[in-house]
């Protein structure tokens, strides 16, 4: 059996009412209830508040360049960091995908 593939939860934060973080944990449950591994941001550098944006881009481009794939949210294009995301995505050569489309492919937990 191979590892299900691991999706980057790519969104809007900074403005947002709670950072958007709802969106963001919504998102991972439903990833992971279709069987993906997920990287989510509100997860990880989210659990260290107070830092300077440059410091959550940093940890976050990271884990784009670990996943296999971004699973966007609504109005991701509106987003500084996001937009960096699908771009360093692009450029990797991984798709970045609406979170509906990877919820709708064939997943170990979604056939």
Not at 37 to 47: C, F, I, K, S, T
Not at 68 to 91: C, F, H
């Amino acid at each position: 059996m191979t590892n299900p593939p691991t999706v980057y939860v790519c969104g809007p934060m900074t403005g947002l009412p709670g950072l958007n973080f709802e969106a963001f944990f919504e998102a991972d449950k439903r990833l992971r209830d279709a069987g993906y591994e997920v990287l989510n941001p509100a997860d990880r550098a989210g659990r260290t508040p107070g830092k300077p944006w440059a410091w959550y881009l940093r940890r976050c481009i990271k884990d784009v360049a670990d996943a296999d794939g971004l699973a966007l949210l609504p109005n991701w294009e509106r987003s500084r960091g996001a937009s960096l995301e699908v771009l360093i995505a692009g450029q990797l050569q991984m798709p970045a995908w609406p979170l509906v489309k990877w919820l709708d492919l064939p997943t170990p937990n979604n056939h």
